[in-house]
């Protein structure tokens, strides 16, 4: 799928990578790149508000240029006021207010331990050093822009699918497991969800060598014959709780690759064994 950096509601909608967003990109307008007014009138169309962890309502409000005081820088603002700072015609703060809204609590979480890790970092802790926690800022910033939930059945056959996952067996994953991994296969039994903005920015222009940053979780078997609509509130809520525990995401290590364009009809290209021996996408493996 070819796409440029122009507004065209309608190629998203039928773009499988845009998946996770249809359900929020359906109540925008076909013609016009969105602007601040229409973010903020879909949080207001919600049946209850997003807040964030500090109950603050949230809102996406036009960025402020220079140097600017701990409270109004990004992560704090967000926390505290429940302000994100959003430029006007811009792709990147355009799809992440989009993930806001179809993942409300996940990044309610991510922006909780943002400030948290901000907040203590010229405190006393005997327990969590500063390099710890620029760590664990680290990973939800990887999450945060290149993360991609990706979803297995508990069952036997999703906990074989997510050891190929880790030990990147692509093609066993990819091909000779195809229909487990198929999006909507009577056999599915992993799925892959983009939840990171700059990731979905990516796929503006998909390319071979996008990569994004899997975050597994384990979903019940049922979770694949569910509408989008219930699978997505699901991961939001699952995930949200799993960055509850702070022992979750504390290093980039917490996190699989992901080579995006090996998803079964993800792309026209990866619908033969042979495309993936490219080893220079479909790598072999971290050393060390």
Same mark, same amino acid.
């Given at each position: 799928?070819?796409?440029?950096?122009?507004?065209? $509601?309608?190629?998203?909608?039928?773009?499988? +990578?845009? /998946?996770?967003?249809?359900?929020?990109?359906?109540?925008? *307008? @076909?013609?016009?790149?969105?602007?601040?007014?229409?973010?903020?009138?879909?949080?207001?169309?919600?049946?209850?508000?997003?807040?964030?962890?500090?109950?603050?309502?949230?809102?996406?409000?036009?960025?402020?240029?220079?140097?600017?005081?701990?409270?109004?820088?990004?992560?704090?603002?967000?926390?505290?006021?429940?302000?994100?700072?959003? $430029?006007?015609?811009?792709?990147?703060?355009? +799809?992440? /207010?989009?993930?806001?809204?179809?993942?409300?609590?996940? *990044? @309610?979480?991510?922006?909780?331990?943002?400030?948290?890790?901000?907040?203590?970092?010229?405190?006393?802790?005997?327990?969590?050093?500063?390099?710890?926690?620029?760590?664990?800022?680290?990973?939800?910033?990887?999450?945060?822009?290149?993360?991609?939930?990706?979803?297995?059945?508990?069952?036997?056959?999703?906990?074989?699918?997510?050891?190929?996952?880790?030990?990147?067996?692509?093609?066993? +994953?990819?091909?000779?497991?195809?229909?487990?991994?198929?999006?909507?296969?009577?056999?599915?039994?992993?799925?892959?969800?983009?939840?990171?903005?700059?990731?979905?920015?990516?796929?503006?222009?998909?390319?071979?060598?996008?990569?994004?940053?899997?975050?597994?979780?384990?979903v019940v078997p049922e979770f694949f014959t569910w509408p989008l609509a219930k699978r997505l509130a699901y991961l939001d809520s699952l995930l949200a709780e799993h960055l509850a525990t702070p022992q979750h995401c504390r290093c980039t290590r917490d996190l699989s690759p992901v080579p995006l364009l090996g998803v079964p009809g993800w792309t026209d290209d990866n619908d033969n064994a042979a495309y993936y021996d490219?080893?220079?996408?479909?790598?072999?493996?971290?050393?060390?």
């Open positions: 799928m070819k796409q440029t950096s122009e507004w065209n $509601r309608d190629a998203l909608l039928q773009s499988p +990578l845009f /998946a996770p967003l249809h359900p929020i990109l359906v109540d925008l *307008k @076909a013609g016009d790149f969105p602007m601040l007014q229409d973010c903020n009138a879909l949080l207001a169309a919600r049946p209850s508000p997003i807040c964030t962890q500090s109950d603050m309502p949230l809102r996406f409000v036009p960025q402020e240029c220079g140097k600017l005081a701990f409270e109004a820088q990004y992560e704090p603002r967000c926390y505290l006021k429940g302000e994100v700072p959003t $430029r006007a015609g811009n792709w990147h703060d355009l +799809l992440n /207010a989009l993930v806001w809204l179809t993942f409300p609590k996940t *990044k @309610a979480a991510i922006n909780a331990r943002h400030y948290d890790a901000l907040t203590k970092e010229g405190a006393a802790d005997e327990v969590v050093t500063s390099s710890e926690r620029g760590a664990v800022r680290d990973v939800n910033t990887l999450l945060d822009e290149s993360g991609v939930i990706v979803a297995y059945s508990n069952a036997n056959s999703g906990v074989e699918l997510a050891g190929l996952l880790r030990n990147f067996k692509w093609k066993e +994953l990819f091909w000779q497991r195809r229909e487990q991994v198929r999006p909507q296969s009577s056999q599915q039994a992993m799925g892959f969800y983009i939840f990171g903005h700059g990731l979905y920015e990516k796929t503006l222009q998909p390319y071979v060598g996008m990569t994004g940053q899997g975050l597994l979780l384990a490219n080893t220079a996408y479909f790598r072999p493996g971290r050393r060390g």
